[in-house]
Nanobody, 120 residues
């Protein structure tokens, strides 16, 4: 089992920055991939960014160049630095962990989410 707890969401104006964090615990040594996802009202959950072993990262096209995913294993924390935020980035942001892949269906462990709201 892996436990995940997000923090750091909030409200910001367009063009601003936020960093969301995800503390994780449990059988993290077996984690293959961790990721950030988001879901806006009326929309499906989508991948924002993932980070796999050896720090291999992948980003959604909509956030490339603006968001950065990173992981501090010493602190058992996953981060998502979000710069140049846009109103369309408004969503509930979730962190998740996978034991065997970096695609949406492979993520079995989820946090409760943290809200990010970007105003124009």
């Amino acid at each position: 089992q892996v436990q995940l707890v997000e923090s750091g969401g909030g409200s910001v104006q367009s063009g601003g920055s936020l960093r969301v964090s995800c503390g994780f615990s449990g059988y993290i040594v077996n984690t293959y991939c961790m990721g950030w996802f988001r879901q806006a009202p009326g929309k499906e959950r989508e991948v924002v960014a993932t980070i796999a072993r050896r720090d291999r990262t992948n980003y959604a096209d909509s956030v490339k160049g603006r968001f950065t995913i990173s992981q501090d294993n010493a602190k058992n924390t996953l981060y998502l630095q979000m710069n140049s935020l846009k109103p369309e980035d408004t969503a509930m942001y979730y962190c998740a962990a996978s034991m065997d892949g970096c695609y949406l269906g492979s993520f079995k462990y989820w946090g409760q989410g943290t809200q990010v709201t970007v105003s124009s």
